[in-house]
């Protein structure tokens, strides 16, 4: 799947976002190994900390139906600026993709890949829970 289409499906996703709140909503398109994809939006809520960024949504998603080996995802936002994902969505997506890359699009900037590893260095992962 090219990284146009990818980031049509996350601008698909963000359609569904719920974001009364901020009115910024942001979508993501989950590209699992096997080629299949899996979308999510930002779902706001009046007690903030209960929000769910369209990342996690994704990927929820996806482990939910058994998936666990993801390739890409794309991200976008409603202000049509580069949406790099937060602290908790980086830490979740290394998690699950730590070789993966990121995609994300500015209207004037064009389109950047970003390697997981870039965004969150050192990453905190199962290695670290092992008492050696």
């Keep these: 799947m090219t990284k146009e289409a990818l980031l049509q ?3 698909e ?3 569904k ?12 398109a ?5 080629g299949k994809v899996f979308t999510g939006c930002n779902i706001e809520n009046a007690s903030y900390g209960a929000a769910i960024c369209a990342e996690r949504t994704a990927m929820v998603k996806a482990i939910s139906e058994g998936y666990q080996e993801f390739e890409k ?4 936002c409603s202000n049509g600026t580069f949406a790099y994902p937060c602290g908790i969505c980086r830490q979740f997506i290394s998690e699950f ?5 990121v995609i994300i699009e500015d209207k004037n900037e064009g389109i950047r890949e970003i390697p997981v590893k870039d965004l969150l260095p050192e990453a905190f992962t199962r290695k ?3 008492n050696g």
């Excluded at 976002?17 to 993501?28: H, R």
């Excluded at 995802?73 to 976008?76: E, H, T």
């Excluded at 993709?97 to 890359?101: E, I």
């Design 13 to 15: 996703g963000m359609k």
């Design 30 to 34: 989950l590209l699992t190994k096997d």
């Design 17 to 28: 976002s719920y974001s009364p709140y901020s009115n910024f909503s942001v979508g993501a």
């Design 128 to 130: 670290d829970l092992i």
């Design 97 to 101: 993709m730590l070789d993966g890359t």
């Design 73 to 76: 995802i794309a991200i976008v």
């Design 9 to 11: 499906a996350a601008k």
